[in-house]
């Protein structure tokens, strides 16, 4: 590789098993050269940038989010990002146009989204200014012989033993692989695509048609505006246009004006704008309000700026990535809008991944002609292949964000004025399947700060590994079957006469359980939510509603829903009052069951209104009674608030459970061995179909649930934590003997929640001592 032969140089040429020649020194070249500077397997490198300095006089901010700042902090840059950061401790969303001064559409409330991603991650989520990240970069690289400047990349010549790239002004640098970090218009690219044309196996044309522009965007950087607070994010809706602004440090803010094209550019297309047609654009849109009411209008921006820049926003998914020793990772083979904030996180995110396919090699490597061309290929398909599917998704959330933002068609405009209201944390839970299983830097440490979050990094968690809803619903068929044959065999309503009466303790437990399940943070976006609807039915015909509840609360809840520990949180204001519904429940059942006679009413219409009153009960104590909700605050720092109230709520149902079931054994008349053992599992001295039903289905939901748990290496230890399967049935039967199906029920339920409370999956990256 050609260098300056500086003696350092000399010495990693002579130690190095890898040699790469980086073009581009934006922030995927930098990432990846920091990444492998600290390689303790010596990597040579050289970094060849087209213009004049690596870091720009001017630009944008970008912004750093946990998946970003986890590889900052391994490669030992984050703590010096950390004071430059623009901390975002509330966000608004808005909708308006030209013409209104605009409202909020989460009411007089503003967000705390960055709060809960630090919460979870460990780390602020933020905005950075470009080019401060960049100078840091430069500086950290303790090689600056590598960094070389001026060198626009004319071609790429590759052979079986390596790769040489011939720079505009003569010079030429030789390694065994390039990559091409080069940005939009990359010429590492183009050598690439002229690559796999000579192989005649792709469409080239096809392929450069991937790269489009439908969008336009204003980068500003304006002097503090009044109205704005510090560490402030807003967000403004419009048709065909919206706004992105960040209030920074000392009230600077910066901004993003985005526009609708006229139509779509291709990629030979793409216009390029002048100051002049920045301006007009900005003063075309100068009563869109920043903030509702008007307080701030785009037009206070822009009268305060310091710097503006309009550009085309591509947006493109290049199917190759890689061909021969050439490889291209962030803009060059994954662009996106920046709306979402993903991209300079996603290049960051494949530099990553980039270098640890590079240390495979070099690991792998003693000879060099052991380093062939098939193996280079090989390790770079590898890398496409880890990379290529969250591309995917984080450049089509962008272009949906995008879209949505612009209100471009009714199905935008309906999510805006309808779910926005309601969204509460789902925007935050969807970035989390994106963040939990996010590559980083195999051969390097683990920083501290992201062991800190409630939700651990976790490979085998996120959008890329989930388990497919079919095959949940497939091990949850005989419970769907069971309430297929129920719903077309037994009577509704009969669990609740005589001489059903033995079961409505359990039937409670379960009502108890279906209340907690309500009010957990994992199922406020399903239909687990609606404890009214459930109870309802459970009340109508018990033997369908219980196996198709469990079945549907199977399906919804894989091991993965709670990743992070506030998604297991319950609402303790409600979970508060479970106790006391179960007390209630238990009277008004045992009231109207026991008097069977033809004057009193029917039990079934009675307790047809429990779910009812129920609810009605629980919104008036949460509401006017019991003190106000910390759900909020609890997501953020105290995940088990709710943990002592559910012991005490499940330990005293399981127990009064128990109490009424013994009862009923010793009050009934049982004469043979073999009805007390059909007592002690059914609660019945008879099979009855009903009976049967609802303890199958509480076994076959307590076995699929612990299956859960068993794979994800959660139920191991001491403790409430019993891991071997013929341990676990002997509990289970020892339960239901003792204590009947209600018992059983509720106990396994205080096990699982002390479960998910404590444990960590098993692929979870924690701390030593959790």
């Known amino acids: 590789m050609s260098k300056p032969d500086t003696p350092s140089t000399v010495a990693r040429e002579k130690e190095a098993k890898l040699k790469v020649v980086i073009v581009g020194g934006g922030i995927a070249g930098l990432t990846l050269a920091n990444a492998l500077e600290r390689s303790p397997i010596p990597i040579d490198y050289v970094v060849l940038e087209a213009r004049d300095e690596f870091v720009p006089m001017a630009g944008a901010t970008i912004g750093v989010a946990p998946n970003g700042s986890r590889i900052l902090d391994q490669i030992g840059l984050y703590d010096d990002v950390i004071p430059l950061l623009h901390l975002v401790s509330n966000s608004g969303l808005h909708i308006s146009d030209d013409k209104s001064d605009g409202r909020s559409l989460t009411g007089d409330s503003r967000l705390d989204f960055f709060s809960l991603t630090q919460a979870r991650t460990g780390y602020a989520g933020a905005f950075v200014e470009r080019k401060e990240l960049l100078e840091i970069m430069v500086r950290h690289i303790g090689r600056k012989e590598c960094l070389l400047t001026d060198k626009s990349v004319c071609a790429v010549e590759q052979d079986e033993d390596g790769a040489t790239v011939i720079c505009a002004d003569g010079t030429k640098y030789r390694g065994d692989v390039v990559v091409g970090a080069d940005g939009i218009r990359s010429k590492t690219r183009a050598e690439m695509w002229r690559a796999v044309a000579e192989e005649g196996k792709v469409d080239m044309e096809k392929e450069r048609e991937v790269m489009t522009a439908e969008y336009q965007c204003v980068f500003g950087i304006s002097k503090p505006v009044p109205g704005l607070d510090a560490g402030s994010n807003d967000i403004t809706h419009s048709e065909g246009v919206s706004t992105l602004v960040v209030t920074g440090n000392g009230g600077r803010v910066y901004w993003f004006l985005f526009g609708r094209m006229d139509r779509v550019y291709k990629m030979d297309e793409i216009p390029r704008f002048s100051a002049l047609d920045a301006e007009a654009f900005a003063k075309k849109h100068s009563q869109l309000a920043i903030r509702p009411q008007g307080l701030v209008k785009l037009g206070h921006l822009w009268e305060a700026r310091e710097h503006a820049t309009l550009i085309a926003l591509e947006e493109g998914d290049f199917a190759h990535w890689t061909a021969g020793r050439i490889v291209c990772l962030g803009d060059a083979v994954h662009k996106m809008t920046p709306n979402n904030g993903s991209g300079g996180n996603l290049a960051m995110e494949s530099a990553a991944a980039l270098a640890n396919e590079l240390y495979r090699l070099a690991a792998n490597t ?23 599917p969250r591309a995917k998704e984080f450049i089509k959330t962008s272009a949906f964000v995008t879209r949505i933002q612009a209100l471009v068609g009714f199905k935008e405009r309906f999510i805006v004025n309808y779910f926005y209201p309601y969204m509460g944390d789902f925007p935050i839970n969807i970035s989390s399947d994106v963040q939990v299983g996010a590559p980083r830097i195999d051969y390097l440490p683990v920083p501290p700060r992201s062991l800190a979050g409630n939700m651990p990094y976790n490979p085998s968690q996120g959008f890329e590994n989930h388990e497919r809803v079919w095959i949940r619903a497939l091990l949850a068929l005989p419970l769907l079957l069971a309430a297929a044959w129920a719903d077309k065999n037994m009577v509704p309503g009969a669990e609740f006469n005589q001489p059903e009466r033995g079961l409505v303790a359990s039937y409670g437990v379960f009502y108890a359980i279906m209340l907690i399940e309500s009010a957990r943070r994992a199922n406020h976006y399903n239909i687990l939510r609606f404890a009214l609807i459930w109870g309802i039915l459970a009340i109508h015909h018990p033997t369908v509603t219980i196996p198709f509840y469990f079945a549907i609360l199977y399906i919804l ?20 009052t479970v106790l006391p519904t179960f007390l209630v429940f238990l009277a008004l059942t045992y009231y109207t069951s026991s008097s069977p006679s033809s004057q009193s009413p029917s039990p079934i219409y009675i307790s047809a209104l429990f779910p009812l009153l129920a609810s009605l009960t629980q919104h008036l104590l949460t509401t006017h009674i019991l003190p106000p909700s910390t759900i909020l605050s609890d997501r953020l720092s105290n995940v088990t608030r709710d943990l002592p109230t559910l012991r005490h709520t499940l330990w005293t ?76 049935a002997l509990c289970a039967v020892s339960i239901l003997i003792v204590g009947g199906n209600g018992t059983l029920l509720g106990l396994f339920w205080l096990w699982r929640e002390q479960i998910l409370a404590t444990k960590r999956h098993k692929d979870a990256v924690v701390r030593a001592d959790q």
Not at 366 to 388: A, N, Y
Request: net charge positive; charged share 10%; proline share 3%.
């Open 653 to 728: 149902i399981s127990a009064i459970s128990a109490l009424l079931w013994q009862y009923n054994l010793w009050s009934s008349s049982i004469s043979t061995t073999t009805g007390s053992i059909l007592y002690a599992i059914f609660e019945t001295s008879t099979t009855t179909p009903s009976h049967v039903l609802f303890t199958l289905a509480n076994l076959v939901c307590m076995a699929l649930l612990t299956w859960d748990l068993k794979a994800a290496g959660m139920a191991v230890g001491g403790g409430l934590c019993l891991s071997s399967w013929p341990v676990l």
């Open 366 to 388: 003693s000879t060099p002609h052991q380093l062939t061309t098939r193996r280079v290929q090989e390790s770079f398909q590898r890398f496409q292949r880890r990379m290529h």
């Open 557 to 576: 809840t894989p091991i993965a829903t709670f990743k992070a520990s506030d998604m297991r949180l319950t609402n303790i204001s409600y979970a508060t």
